[in-house]
């Protein structure tokens, strides 16, 4: 079981770690792509100062395995990762939404009260294979991928980009089993490219000179 935690400020990512410390989850996800209150609502996770210290905060408070979700809404995602590698994270997860906007053209409004909102599934793939891609080269820790993955063709892409693990998120919303289907793919193709185990695609990308 891993669980997902957000927060408003510091101190609520760190509550939230103390509380799980003493419950059988197996990982703590910290999700930092919230606006950090204190700072005028900057999210979390588009400052490597801050991701290096909301990291190392929830470090000194559990030794639960701590992962960290990427913002992709930064100039460099590298730098983020290794803040977070830095802090403490034994891994990183990514990529969170896209932000995006849909526009009534009637009203001439947003249709979403909050302006903008966060853009998934496959329409972000491309974005997120590159990011876990630069990312596996530039930490030490497990990459965890995620962003489009609708089959198990997909979700072996990630693998081969870097990822150690990926995330079934939006295909669950039109599917709740799509993750079982993922994995039977990712089986068959697996078997098919005479590979014994899936973690052997890992990190065999070969990208051109």
Not at 10 to 28: F, G, K, M, R
Not at 103 to 109: A, E, L, Q, T, V
Not at 141 to 153: E, K, L, W
Request: hydrophobic share 50%; aromatic share 2%.
């Amino acid at each position: 079981v891993v669980v997902n935690v957000a927060g408003d400020l510091l101190e609520d990512y760190v509550h939230c770690c103390q509380t799980l410390a003493s419950h059988p989850v197996d990982a703590i996800e910290l999700n930092l792509s919230c606006p950090n209150v204190a700072k005028g609502c900057m999210t979390f996770g588009a400052d490597a100062e801050s991701v290096r210290t909301v990291v190392a905060a929830c470090r000194a408070v559990t030794d639960k395995p701590l992962w960290v979700k990427l913002t992709p809404n930064v100039t460099s995602v590298s730098e983020i990762a290794l803040a977070a590698e830095a802090g403490g994270a034994d891994a990183v997860s990514l990529i969170n939404t896209l932000m995006g906007m849909v526009i009534d053209r009637r009203s001439r409004r947003p249709l979403l009260h909050n302006n903008t909102g966060g853009l998934s599934g496959p329409a972000i793939k491309p974005v997120a294979l590159r990011m876990v891609a630069e990312v596996a080269r530039a930490v030490q820790i497990p990459v965890i991928g995620m962003g489009g993955i609708t089959t198990g063709a997909d979700a072996i892409e990630f693998m081969i980009a870097g990822a150690a693990a990926v995330q079934v998120g939006t295909a669950t919303l039109v599917k709740p089993t799509a993750a079982l289907a993922i994995k039977a793919e990712m089986l068959k193709i697996a078997a098919e490219d005479g590979v014994s185990r899936l973690a052997d695609y890992t990190g065999t990308l070969e990208l051109w000179t």
